[in-house]
């Protein structure tokens, strides 16, 4: 059996939105998805464990990195540096395995300059009440970034056409079951089908 490239899935969403408890389901659901883990300047949040949530760096050891050519996408979000490990995510691709990414916008439109066959995921919120909600009750930020998190969601949104599937997270488990059916269908494609069964395929025809 010769492998196809793997799957490269980037699901991005406004803060708030509950993206990341998403992709924890999404992970824990026996798809065999690889979480690419992000490297940061943000300080982690008191349940954040480094190298499982993200990578935490100094911003000099970020700028480093990003001298030496060392991120596939990078982005500043709220005044910290966000960025994916390139050799990573090609050796992940080029083994057969699927990928997912969880990034925003401006990271997402990079990928999709780089990697053009990848398949982005939009999450949004029921409302825009329902966000500023979640956004309040989660008490780890103050009012003034709340206010400017809300803001950067509208403009977010406004690259909504850029992505190819749009799941509304209004029921975490009905949202999982969107996700789990993208993932499926996107496996199931012919060009990744055509390769992965080619002797199969070779035998009926």
């Given at each position: 059996?010769t492998?196809?490239?793997?799957c490269?899935?980037?699901i991005s969403a406004?803060?708030?939105t509950g993206k990341?408890?998403?992709v924890?389901?999404?992970?824990q659901?026996?798809l065999?998805l690889?979480l690419?883990?992000?490297h940061?300047?943000?300080?982690p949040?008191?349940?954040e464990?480094?190298?499982?949530?993200?990578?935490?760096v100094?911003?000099d050891t970020?700028q480093q990195?990003?001298?030496?050519g060392e991120?596939l996408?990078?982005?500043?979000v709220?005044?910290?540096?966000?960025?994916?490990?390139?050799?990573w995510?090609?050796?992940?691709?080029a083994?057969g395995?699927?990928i997912?990414?969880e990034i925003?916008?401006q990271g997402?439109r990079q990928?999709?300059?780089i990697?053009p066959?990848?398949?982005?995921i939009?999450?949004l919120?029921?409302?825009?009440?329902?966000?500023?909600?979640?956004l309040k009750?989660?008490?780890?930020?103050?009012?003034?970034?709340i206010?400017k998190r809300?803001?950067?969601a509208?403009e977010?949104?406004?690259?909504?056409?850029?992505?190819?599937y749009?799941?509304?997270?209004?029921e975490?488990?009905?949202?999982?079951?969107?996700?789990?059916?993208i993932?499926?269908a996107?496996?199931?494609?012919k060009e990744?089908?055509?390769?992965?069964?080619?002797a199969?395929i070779?035998?009926?025809t």
């Amino acid at each position: 059996m010769t492998n196809t490239a793997g799957c490269l899935f980037v699901i991005s969403a406004p803060s708030g939105t509950g993206k990341t408890s998403l992709v924890r389901a999404l992970l824990q659901s026996d798809l065999n998805l690889n979480l690419s883990i992000s490297h940061t300047t943000r300080p982690p949040r008191s349940e954040e464990v480094n190298g499982r949530d993200y990578h935490f760096v100094s911003k000099d050891t970020f700028q480093q990195m990003l001298v030496s050519g060392e991120f596939l996408e990078s982005a500043e979000v709220y005044g910290n540096l966000y960025g994916t490990s390139q050799r990573w995510v090609n050796e992940v691709i080029a083994s057969g395995q699927d990928i997912l990414l969880e990034i925003d916008c401006q990271g997402a439109r990079q990928i999709q300059r780089i990697f053009p066959q990848s398949v982005g995921i939009f999450i949004l919120p029921p409302s825009v009440n329902s966000l500023a909600i979640r956004l309040k009750t989660r008490a780890q930020d103050n009012p003034e970034i709340i206010q400017k998190r809300l803001a950067a969601a509208r403009e977010e949104v406004s690259h909504i056409a850029e992505f190819d599937y749009i799941v509304i997270n209004n029921e975490l488990d009905e949202a999982l079951r969107d996700l789990i059916c993208i993932i499926k269908a996107e496996r199931l494609k012919k060009e990744h089908q055509v390769i992965k069964h080619h002797a199969l395929i070779a035998q009926l025809t």
